[in-house]
């Protein structure tokens, strides 16, 4: 529940806050919940009385105008001056370290994230990020993540602007994206091996990164970080730094299709193209047409989908790029499975395979191969499909790719449910299960959970069924994804035919 108002608040009159609960919510997050902003709010409250709270809200909602709009004539209310009590306590280095945060652009931000913004090392800048939160300018709302209001957010931004130069400020924007696009293509080449190295400029001294090991240490980083994307992704192309633009957001790509997130995916495609376009860089808008093309496809937005990757394709083509041209076509593969066209998307799988082959792409060829196998069962190859999709399952393997073996247990399945092997198909999917569950590919499990219920019923054990679609529904609300409905539908319908 909310905090309770204070009693500078209840002196207001209890009918009036009674009358307007959300407008009094409102305002005490706006206040941050301080003592002093909350008694400047219920001091404008009662100075005019005919105004509704609502209306105070709404004037406070601007956080640029919210440290002037607390102002109610009195020196010594005012909030500025109070936040300078604690900012004139600090160090040096952790007053620095609350000016630049201001340039942050999500909720919480990480040590080594910090520490790229003031170009320190990690310790020393734990040691400042720990001042203020001590001094209460900042939170830790999670072991070694921090966060500050908005209020004290446009306080350290005035800072910033009268105490940092231009210059400064650009620096310390410069590393922080450094932090973010480094970390990230790490990332996604652990999460995806199959995914291709971008030819990324050296790191700004300075910059720290995340360390990361293994797949699901990157997953985590992602999934930590994921609310920073789509602001760092804007304020780059903002900030004139497209190239950081359109590679942070093909360095995110992966790990949003398979987390779901795709209409942020999209969005941030978005503007990677027209980053890519302003700084003249035809192979970052192939690229990011065919992740935008991935993302519609996600999003069931198949003319879209087809529409981008064929663009992607040309300027593949025009670029001399196999491993982007087989990328396009092994997509364009699955969009024409999704629209029925499944002669066309054993022709697009073959087209890729070629391709990648030509590239001597290893993990581009496991890819492909799933695909091949995939389209195969569609068509009633059962048995050629498990033959691709065995050589697929050797490739990721030797290549170390965990999603691309899970996606192929999932292939080899389907390919044993359609031929009669229900034992062989359990196996598979439950294979694909664990992979997916260790590493938090939540759609692609949902997925799998349905064929796995469906193999099930159709051995005839249809309380395992309903038990492994129960499953993938928590999922798939989750995700806010149509397949949901879809699922209740038939699981209803099936309960009514068995009672």
């Excluded at 529940?1 to 009693?7: A, C, E, Q, R, V």
């Excluded at 000016?99 to 913004?117: E, F």
């Excluded at 800048?125 to 004290?152: I, K, M, N, W």
Aim: hydrophobic letters at 40%; one cysteine or more; proline letters at 5%.
């Amino acid at each position: 529940p909310p905090p309770k108002p204070t009693t500078c608040w209840r002196a207001g009159g209890p009918e009036r806050l009674a009358a307007e609960p959300q407008a009094v919510s409102d305002l005490l997050e706006m206040s941050a919940h301080l003592p002093l902003a909350l008694s400047i709010v219920a001091a404008r409250a009662t100075l005019t009385p005919a105004r509704s709270l609502t209306e105070l809200a709404g004037q406070l909602r601007d956080v640029r105008d919210r440290l002037h709009a607390l102002d109610i004539g009195d020196a010594s209310v005012d909030l500025s001056a109070v936040f300078s009590w604690s900012y004139r306590t600090l160090s040096d280095a952790a007053a620095r370290m609350f000016r630049l945060l201001s340039l942050h652009p999500g909720p919480v931000i990480s040590v080594p994230a910090a520490a790229s913004l003031v170009g320190t090392e990690r310790g020393q800048a734990r040691a400042a990020l720990s001042e203020l939160v001590r001094a209460q300018l900042l939170t830790e709302p999670s072991a070694g993540r921090f966060a500050y209001h908005d209020l004290l957010r446009a306080y350290s931004t005035d800072n910033a602007h009268l105490e940092e130069t231009e210059q400064s400020r650009r620096e310390a924007l410069h590393r922080m994206l450094d932090h973010y696009l480094h970390t990230a293509h790490v990332a996604a080449l652990l999460l995806n091996p199959p995914n291709d190295q971008l030819s990324l400029a050296e790191p700004q001294p300075g910059v720290a990164m995340a360390e990361l090991i293994d797949d699901e240490q990157a997953w985590q980083w992602f999934t930590a970080e994921r609310p920073v994307f789509p602001a760092a992704i804007d304020l780059a192309a903002a900030a004139g730094f497209d190239t950081h633009a359109w590679q942070l957001a093909y360095s995110v790509a992966s790990f949003c299709v398979r987390a779901g997130h795709w209409t942020q995916m999209a969005a941030a495609q978005v503007v990677a193209i027209a980053a890519a376009e302003r700084s003249g860089e035809p192979d970052g808008q192939a690229s990011s047409l065919r992740e935008l093309g991935r993302a519609y496809m996600r999003l069931g937005r198949y003319p879209d989908a087809k529409d981008s990757l064929h663009r992607a394709l040309a300027l593949d083509k025009q670029l001399g790029d196999l491993t982007g041209q087989a990328r396009s076509y092994n997509n364009l593969g699955i969009v024409s499975h999704a629209l029925g066209a499944q002669e066309e998307a054993l022709e697009h799988g073959m087209a890729a395979y070629a391709l990648f082959h030509e590239a001597g792409h290893q993990a581009g060829q496991a890819d492909a191969l799933n695909a091949i196998g995939w389209m195969q069962t569609q068509l009633g190859q059962h048995v050629d499909a498990l033959r691709h999709c065995g050589k697929a399952l050797e490739l990721h393997r030797v290549v170390g790719s965990r999603h691309g073996e899970a996606d192929t247990w999932d292939s080899l399945g389907y390919a044993h449910h359609n031929l009669g092997e229900h034992e062989q198909a359990v196996t598979c999917f439950q294979n694909a299960l664990d992979l997916y569950q260790k590493l938090g590919s939540r759609h692609p499990q949902a997925d799998t959970l349905i064929r796995l219920g469906n193999t099930h019923q159709d051995s005839g054990d249809v309380q395992a069924a309903h038990r492994v679609w129960q499953q993938a529904l928590p999922i798939l609300d989750d995700l806010h994804h149509p397949d949901a409905d879809l699922l209740r539908a038939r699981m209803a319908e099936h309960r009514a035919q068995t009672s």
